[in-house]
């Protein structure tokens, strides 16, 4: 049987504020544990939330980035249950009258599958502290640091139909929150994370079928293989006689397997209530036009607008412009060095290999846009030949320093002096003749890759210094000047 | 000294009669002395309140004191006073000594109050009697046999035993008014939003507000003066200029126009009691207030209202309780949910796990429609009905209560029965009207409270006209027998 | 409205409270006639009533995203019934 898989995501974007939604301690990442959770996030009794309006700020910036509703009157209502990680056994997040209504993004997988997503709504929301398993004499820690950082829940509707749409949809939506400088995108510290609601259903039925809902996935890559092991998992045990059960699994990316989370099976009844300590939070139009006027470039125009003023094709277009910190840093580059393509094909080449060996994000990549923009104009102005300008990078990313210094202090400038390349070309010829005779013997029309072989005595001899152009001209002038 | 107002004691302060440290050790001794009776305090705060009152004494000295400075209170014990125990009158909190001011607490310290201690309540204000206290019941001074009302219970009975000059309470359904009333001492509830909730262990968010109990409305209006004002620690605190209240209090009563709500006088209403209330109403006539009948149809809806909000909210508002950053934690927990049920069962006493359990059950999916939400039209309509009448005439007067206080122990295994004593009171929270008692006769030797209530933010009237049947009258100046 | 044993059973287990059985039947009795009481106004016709949430009907106020609020951990976990590292104790969480 043919099955077509069904997906909707519920995606937690921490937002950047500098203070907590309810209190003003600060959100900052890895401080020492409960040195950033004061009386209000401790819930110590008679302690009272006032909301952030940096948080209500951003959360309407995305609900306009999204072609959303804004909720013109937004009510926090509280979600009550028991668990150590939530102090005041309630959290405070909204349900009926959400900040942003429904809304839509587009997205586009890299085989060039196009599908528009709707968004069902977002919401503000606290986070929870974090439980710390190791062994304290058999118990758990709590730390309650990340306890009251605002959160926006972005849920979707069930559009997707592969795991490639839910991981394209996920970076869309991580591209939107970073370019509007709402979120830092931060996924390994947990700055957005992802539950995934996977059903399958045969081809051409129209109910869904029974869902599960796969928590807590904090990386592109592991959405795709949650979602794929999942969608194996659901098709092999209804092809064997099975049905799904509605419950929440685990993805463990270890053993590349979802498994069910048995504490979360207790049926909770979570008592939504409209939060009496905080007051329906109402916004006009003119606050949401001024925070209309604000926003930045968003993913699709800067799409739009790489492919048209730097001529990119829609795959290196969409690729640049996907994540806003490696746009900039894109951007930047061309300005330093004025080359698009050049520029396009580095940081998505040799840049990206780096970043991704090291695991390290664009921005706090060692070498600086200014500085692969110095080293591109090296290669433009033919200072140095592509080869020698990935070990000029290397050196810059281990050692630091500008293009000119490196090669400078290596003495890797290019030997464009043709005297003396033809000189080390006599060298060359001189030394063998049993290539040189095959030379001879060729095809004319052959000859061109014959070349290969004295192109790289060349630069052998040469330390890779010399220009290539200038040594293939000087080769094939010599040769067949033997030839005739 | 200890038949002084808070009024002739700053007054005393002033001109060197005596020092804020006499009169602060002239107290303490008296709470030693006297407070094993009464069971008022939960906690005397001694080093503190000789420390306040040296402080007092040199603000008098360095001509920096003002008009609240060196004056003796006591506190609630329901708001957190950093360094020292609020236990909110329960197992759950009493080993809990907060490491903050809250709101009121801060103004009266920044004011140069003194404080004597904190005072016994209902364990976390669920009751109307005192005798949910982990800490057991306070007693009411007029006779020992019987409750001093509640939830302020401690409260009241420690300024009518004149333990203390004066003391602030809180008010969820009743709970500062109805003591006043069976103490025989004047009590205030303030309009929701007048005075900041940060700091007060909340019962129920929507419902609570804090107010001034002393011997006479000049004292409360003393009191508020400190007390009211936008705190923007509290989102329901609302920003709005705060009027002194000790300015209007002798305005004339001149055409004042009284509502009385026939629903506050039938059956349910002691005779007894009625007639006080009227022989109240008839002085305010002679000043020249006007008096008409008026309806609040709603009347007796207010009691399910109440019963359903006030516990929804409070089993949400006590889940914090469980265990993990402060307050009892049950011994040997064997698993992460025997630590839950076990601290909350064992640190939380009858009527509060009860309120809890109708509140959980109250908001249950399938129950929220016909319980909360109802409840909350409900209490619109109530709203309205307040409204209606204000739009008439200028205060509503009635009784506080329906009968003088009731003997320990005998509505204990009756919540129902006990619930029916908050009738005329419960609906001010509801609409979240200001409204006070005023002592107003006695019934078999035991004190009767008349109750008024005025619009949102009239607190300057009611005072005024509380002030005016204290000059005209001596109930507020009786004392119980003994004392 | 009445409530049964289960009830009172499921109630104080959403509530985390743990009830002697001796106390069920008087629980149940208590909350049955409680929400007798309460049934009271389901007479009332409510239909296109606005529900009273804040007695003022007021919106909420905003907050400036500065922070206020210093380390005070070690003031703050004197009250803790169990810390360690800095951390709350609690019995192991099974996820």
């Known amino acids: ?484 | 000294m200890f038949d002084k107002t808070l009024a002739e004691l700053a007054a005393g302060l002033r001109s060197g009669e005596f020092t804020s440290t006499e009169l602060t050790k002239a107290w303490l001794e008296r709470i030693k002395a006297e407070d094993s009776k009464y069971n008022s305090y939960i906690t005397v705060t001694e080093e503190e309140a000789l420390a306040q009152a040296k402080a007092a004494d040199e603000a008098f000295a360095a001509g920096t004191a003002g008009p609240f400075t060196g004056l003796p209170i006591a506190h609630k014990d329901l708001f957190c006073t950093q360094g020292v125990r609020t236990s909110c009158a329960s197992k759950m909190l009493d080993n809990f000594i907060s490491p903050y001011d809250g709101t009121m607490v801060a103004k009266f310290k920044q004011a140069g109050a003194v404080m004597l201690g904190k005072t016994n309540m209902d364990e976390f204000a669920m009751g109307g009697s005192n005798e949910s206290s982990y800490y057991g019941p306070a007693r009411n001074p007029w006779d020992t046999d019987r409750v001093p009302g509640g939830s302020s219970g401690g409260s009241g009975a420690a300024v009518a035993a004149r333990l203390a000059p004066a003391a602030t309470g809180s008010d969820t359904g009743g709970s500062i008014r109805q003591p006043a009333a069976l103490c025989g001492i004047t009590g205030l509830k303030p309009t929701y939003g007048r005075v900041s909730r940060y700091g007060m262990v909340a019962f129920a968010s929507s419902l609570d507000q804090i107010g001034p109990m002393a011997h006479t409305a000049e004292d409360c209006a003393l009191m508020l003066n400190v007390m009211a004002g936008f705190d923007p620690m509290d989102s329901t605190s609302v920003d709005r200029e705060v009027p002194d209240y000790t300015v209007t209090l002798n305005e004339p009563l001149t055409g004042l126009k009284i509502g009385l709500p026939k629903e506050y006088f039938t059956d349910t209403l002691d005779p007894q009691v009625a007639k006080k209330v009227r022989n109240a109403v008839a002085e305010f006539e002679k000043m020249g207030a006007t008096v008409k009948e008026v309806s609040l149809p709603r009347t007796e809806l207010s009691i399910p209202a109440y019963y359903i909000i006030a516990p929804a909210e409070a089993s949400s508002n006590l889940s914090r309780f469980d265990g993990v950053r402060y307050g009892y934690r049950c011994e040997d927990p064997k698993d992460l949910e025997d630590m839950y049920k076990r601290s909350r069962g064992e640190g939380f006493g009858e009527e509060v796990k009860r309120r809890i359990m109708v509140g959980t059950y109250a908001l249950c999916a399938g129950y929220y429609d016909a319980y909360y939400n109802k409840a909350q039209q409900i209490r619109r309509l109530i709203q309205q009905d307040f409204a209606k009448v204000l739009e008439e005439v200028d205060v509503i007067m009635a009784p506080t209560t329906p009968h003088p206080a009731f003997k320990l122990g005998e509505k204990n295994n009756d919540p129902v029965s006990m619930y029916m004593e908050d009738i005329y009171t419960l609906s001010l929270n509801l609409a979240g009207l200001p409204g006070m008692s005023v002592p107003c006769g006695l019934v078999n030797g035991l004190p009767v409270g008349l109750q008024i209530i005025g619009d949102h933010f009239a607190e300057a009237k009611l005072l005024n006209v509380a002030h005016q049947f204290q000059q005209a009258t001596d109930w507020h100046k009786q004392a119980p027998a003994g004392i | 409205m009445s409530l049964d044993r289960s009830d009172v059973e499921r109630i104080a287990h959403l509530a985390r409270l743990q009830i002697d059985e001796s106390d069920i039947p008087a629980y149940t009795e208590n909350l049955s006639n409680i929400l007798n009481l309460i049934d009271q106004m389901q007479q009332t016709d409510t239909s296109g009533v606005a529900p009273l949430a804040n007695p003022l009907d007021a919106v909420q106020r905003l907050r400036a995203d500065t922070v206020t609020e210093t380390n005070q951990r070690e003031a703050l976990q004197k009250a803790a019934p169990a810390v360690e590292d800095g951390l709350f104790l609690v019995p192991k969480v099974i996820e």
């Open chain 1, 1 to 484: 049987m043919e099955w077509e898989v069904v997906i909707g995501l519920e995606i937690h974007v921490q937002l950047s504020t500098t203070t907590k939604i309810f209190s003003g301690a600060s959100t900052a990442f890895g401080a020492e544990p409960n040195t950033q959770a004061c009386a209000v996030d401790l819930a110590l009794p008679g302690t009272l939330p006032v909301f952030n309006e940096n948080a209500l700020r951003m959360a309407v910036m995305f609900g306009l980035a999204v072609n959303a509703e804004i909720g013109k009157r937004s009510v926090f209502e509280r979600k009550n249950y028991f668990y150590p990680d939530l102090p005041k056994g309630y959290q405070t997040t909204q349900l009926a009258e959400p900040i942003v209504g429904p809304g839509f993004v587009d997205i586009e997988t890299e085989e060039g599958v196009q599908r528009r997503v709707r968004l069902h709504h977002a919401h503000l929301e606290e986070d929870a502290g974090k439980s710390l398993h190791e062994d304290f004499h058999g118990m758990s820690g709590i730390d309650l640091n990340r306890a009251g950082t605002p959160l926006v829940e972005i849920v979707s509707e069930p559009d997707m139909r592969s795991s490639k749409e839910a991981a394209a949809y996920a970076r869309k939506i991580h591209a939107i929150v970073t370019t509007l400088g709402i979120c830092d995108g931060n996924m390994a510290e947990g700055s957005m994370r992802c539950d995934c609601n996977v059903s399958v259903r045969p081809k051409g039925q129209e109910e869904y079928g029974t869902r599960t809902e796969l928590k807590n996935i904090n990386s592109f890559r592991f959405i795709e293989r949650a979602i794929d092991t999942e969608v194996a998992r659901q098709i092999d045990l209804i092809e064997d006689g099975g049905t799904v059960l509605q419950e929440t699994r685990l993805y463990d990316p270890d053993k590349n397997q979802t498994r069910s989370m048995r504490s979360k099976e207790d049926a909770n009844d979570y008592r939504y209530f409209p939060c009496p300590d905080l007051l329906p939070v109402v916004i006009d139009d003119s606050y949401i036009e001024a925070i209309r006027e604000t926003l930045p470039e968003l993913p699709d125009a800067r799409r739009a607008r790489f492919i048209e003023e730097y001529k990119l094709s829609d795959y290196d277009a969409g690729v640049l412009s996907g994540y806003s910190a490696q746009a900039d840093y894109y951007e930047a580059v061309v300005k330093a060095c004025g080359d698009t393509k050049l520029a396009a094909n580095w940081v998505m080449g040799e840049l990206a290999k780096y970043l991704n060996q090291n695991d390290t994000d664009i921005k706090q990549s060692p070498v600086s846009a200014d500085q692969l923009g110095g080293l591109l104009e090296r290669i433009k102005d033919d200072t140095i030949s592509g080869n020698i300008a990935k070990k000029v990078f290397e050196t810059m990313w281990t050692d630091g320093g500008s293009a000119d210094e490196i090669i400078e202090a290596k003495g890797l400038k290019q030997v464009t002096d043709t005297g003396a390349i033809e000189k080390i070309v006599d060298d060359v010829i001189a030394n063998a003749d049993k290539q040189v005779e095959q030379y001879k013997a060729a095809e004319p029309e052959k000859r061109g890759k014959m070349l290969g072989f004295f192109m790289g005595q060349v630069m052998k001899a040469t330390g890779g210094k010399a220009n290539p152009g200038a040594v293939t001209g000087i080769l094939k002038k010599k040769l067949d000047a033997l030839c005739d």
